[in-house]
């Protein structure tokens, strides 16, 4: 199956002269979640608004759903759908009057069932006749996402969907966007929180400096680079690790309570039953453990400081 979106060589050049993208490379598959992670100033909002067309690429292609966004502008645009950072939209207007108007922007035919549907999904059908301006932050969300899929598009971009968003309402948000997606729309996030892409994402994609340093299946790029902590808890404080234990990738904490043994969970030989009989050796006792995988934001700092 081809890609929703493919992208070869996408550079982004400003009349500052900030290289804001170089040599992108990318190609998403269709109907999966895919999550753009990277630090402030990365390139991420860069890159969403050159796939959308509202910024020109200095060079490379981009082709949406086989339409290139520059010299197929309109047929790529009827493709995609953006749910930007910002709150942007007619706080004077109803919100079924509001959605219904960005439908009409992409000369599709009034399809009523089809926004009433859009926004009972949303949950803001209640909210239907309701002025935006007396909406919560929660809900002009939602109808910024409403407006965005109005036009029925089968690409979706959420940049930064759940900023400011409470826990309860992210959530709901987060189920919201597996709907879409098991219902066809291929969906492209950026978060800063990153236990939203570990929750929902197929992919990740980590930008810094305009450069895409790695493009990676979730679960793979947790089992490559995860690591797992052995944690013991000591019965006596050290004050230094022993001599005899400089081998193994230890760390001892600030109060010297805990002893900290990091390994590889995938390894046939994780080394732990050697670890504990060379404690007993040396007189070293604890009277608890525990261990911790890596998370994803473990991961992404990892790869962030390491670039």
Excluded at 38 to 45: E, L, Q, S
Excluded at 187 to 205: C, F, Q, S
Excluded at 263 to 292: M, P, V
């Amino acid at each position: 199956m081809q890609p929703i979106i493919s992208i070869q060589q996408l550079n982004k050049r400003y009349a500052s002269g900030l290289h804001a993208l170089k040599d992108i490379d990318l190609e998403i598959e269709r109907g999966e979640i895919f999550a753009l992670l990277g630090p402030n100033g990365a390139g991420k909002t860069t890159l969403i608004s050159t796939i959308c067309g509202i910024s020109r690429p200095s060079s490379g292609t981009v082709i949406a759903d086989g339409h290139d966004t520059v010299s197929d502008y309109r047929a790529a645009r009827a493709k995609i759908g953006l749910v930007p950072q910002e709150l942007s939209t007619d706080m004077f207007e109803t919100v079924l009057a509001t959605v219904k108007f960005s439908r009409g922007l992409f000369g599709k035919p009034q399809n009523d069932a089809y926004i009433e549907k859009l926004l009972r999904d949303l949950s803001l059908w209640d909210k239907h006749s309701a002025k935006i301006m007396t909406l919560s932050g929660g809900m002009k969300r939602r109808v910024m996402i409403a407006k965005a899929l109005a036009h029925e598009p089968q690409i979706l971009f959420l940049d930064e969907p759940t900023a400011g968003v409470d826990v309860e309402l992210r959530r709901d948000m987060w189920q919201m966007v597996r709907g879409l997606r098991d219902n066809g729309v291929t969906i492209i996030l950026t978060t800063h929180y990153i236990e939203e892409a570990e929750e929902m994402a197929d992919r990740i994609g980590v930008i810094r400096r305009g450069e895409l340093i790695l493009v990676e299946d979730k679960h793979t790029l947790m089992e490559k680079l995860g690591e797992r902590e052995l944690r013991l808890q000591l019965q006596q404080p050290l004050a230094s690790i022993p001599v005899a234990l400089s081998g193994y990738p230890l760390t001892l904490t600030e109060d010297g309570s805990e002893l900290i043994y990091t390994f590889d969970s995938h390894s046939d030989h994780t080394g732990i039953a050697e670890l504990l009989r060379k404690l007993d050796q040396h007189g070293i006792d604890f009277r608890n453990l525990r261990s911790r995988e890596s998370s994803l934001e473990d991961i992404f700092v990892s790869l962030v400081r390491a670039s």
